[in-house]
C-alpha cells in the first residue's frame, strides 16, 4: 500500500510538495524524503506530529528521545511505522524541522494507492521554494549595548530625577551601587 502525502508550508503560499511512500516505511524514512525535496540537512532534530482535523498536535513521533520527564509514551522515527499511525485519507500531520522557532511543514495525507509498493519514497511533485530550514534570528549586537552604556554613563545625578527610577520615594541615599555591582550573577 501506497500512502501520497501533499505537504505545505504557511511561510511559502506558492509552496507544495507531494510524496509516495510505502505504508510500512517509517516516520525517519518520510523524514529523509521530505528533506530530500527540500535539501534540507537530514541530521538537525525534527518531530512529527499526528494531528486532528483542525490541526490540534495529538501524538509526537521524534527524532531521538529527549529524556521527557512526561508520562506519555516517546515514539522515535526509527522504530515508528506509518501504517501503525495513519489508516485514512485525509490524516493530518505536522512535520517540526526548526525546534528554536517551531516552525513545521503541513502533511495531509491525499490518497491510498492499494495493491502497490514502493522501495523508496518519491517525491511526485514540487511547486515553488521551500523556506529555509534554519529561520534567521536577529543577532545580539554588542556594539548597540557599549553604545547604550556610554549614553547612560554621561548621564550625571542630576539628570537622574525621581521618574527615572519610577518612584517618587527613591532616596539615592539608600541605593548602595558597590554592593549591587557585587552581586553574583546567573551564567
Known amino acids: 500500500m501506497i500512502y501520497n502525502f501533499r505537504m505545505v508550508s504557511d511561510e511559502v503560499p506558492n509552496f507544495r510538495r ?7 516505511a517509517t ?23 499526528i494531528c486532528a482535523d483542525n490541526w490540534e498536535k495529538e501524538k509526537e513521533i521524534t527524532l531521538e528521545d529527549m529524556g521527557s520527564d512526561s508520562d506519555q509514551d516517546v515514539y522515535l ?38 495493491r502497490k509498493n514502493l522501495i523508496d519514497p518519491v517525491c511526485t511533485l514540487a511547486i515553488g521554494n521551500p523556506p529555509a530550514q534554519v529561520a534567521e534570528v536577529e543577532m545580539f549586537d554588542p556594539e548597540s549595548l557599549k553604545k547604550g552604556n556610554a549614553a547612560a554613563a554621561d548621564l550625571t545625578v542630576e539628570e ?3 521618574s527615572f527610577y519610577g518612584s517618587e520615594d527613591f532616596n539615592e541615599d539608600e541605593f548602595d551601587a558597590d554592593a549591587f555591582d557585587e552581586m553574583p550573577m546567573d551564567e
Open 160 to 162: 537622574l530625577d525621581e
Open 27 to 49: 516516520f525517519a524514512d518520510l523524514k529523509n524524503a521530505i528533506c530530500d525535496s527540500v535539501n534540507y540537512d537530514k541530521n538537525q532534530m525534527s518531530s512529527f506530529f
Open 18 to 24: 507531494e510524496i509516495e511512500i510505502d505504508a510500512d
Open 77 to 114: 522515527m526509527d522504530d515508528s511505522y506509518l501504517s501503525d499511525f495513519i489508516e485514512d485519507e485525509g490524516q493530518r500531520l505536522m512535520f517540526t524541522f526548526d525546534y528554536m522557532t517551531d516552525r513545521s511543514f503541513f502533511l495531509e495525507m491525499k490518497e491510498i494507492i492499494t
